[in-house]
């Protein structure tokens, strides 16, 4: 992940919402549909709002859909661990291009904790 740490990138963190419908996903051993995630979440956001949600995570390449008739299933695209380990690569090499010295010697002070 390119960043010039003014976060003008599309960054691999994910939102809030994005996070729960990437663990039902994650959960879930078959695709769904918008629908089928949205009754699986805690709340009451919109069947338009998760629809958004689901498309944005395809296009950051976290998600991939398959049409079956006139409707998308929605499947990962990536482990959660795989894309835990990408998201941790990105900050950690962002960090250490801004402020080497200092995550340097944070981390070395956290170790020995």
């Not at 809030?16 to 695709?31: F, G, K, R, T």
């Not at 998600?63 to 950690?92: C, E, M, N, W």
Request: contains cysteine; glycine residues 4%; charged residues 25%.
């Amino acid at each position: 992940m390119d960043c010039d740490s003014r976060c003008n990138c599309k960054c691999q963190l994910l939102g809030h919402l994005e996070d729960q419908i990437m663990d039902v996903l994650w959960h879930s051993p078959d695709p769904l549909k918008p629908a089928e995630v949205r009754s699986r979440l805690k709340g009451d956001q919109a069947y338009t709002t998760i629809m958004t949600i689901m498309k944005r995570l395809c296009d950051k390449s976290l998600l991939k859909r398959q049409i079956k008739g006139k409707v998308f299933y929605y499947y990962p695209a990536i482990s959660r661990h795989d894309h835990a380990v990408q998201t941790l690569d990105g900050l950690l090499s962002r960090l250490l291009k801004t402020y080497a010295p200092l995550v340097s010697s944070r981390l070395t002070r956290l170790t020995k904790n």
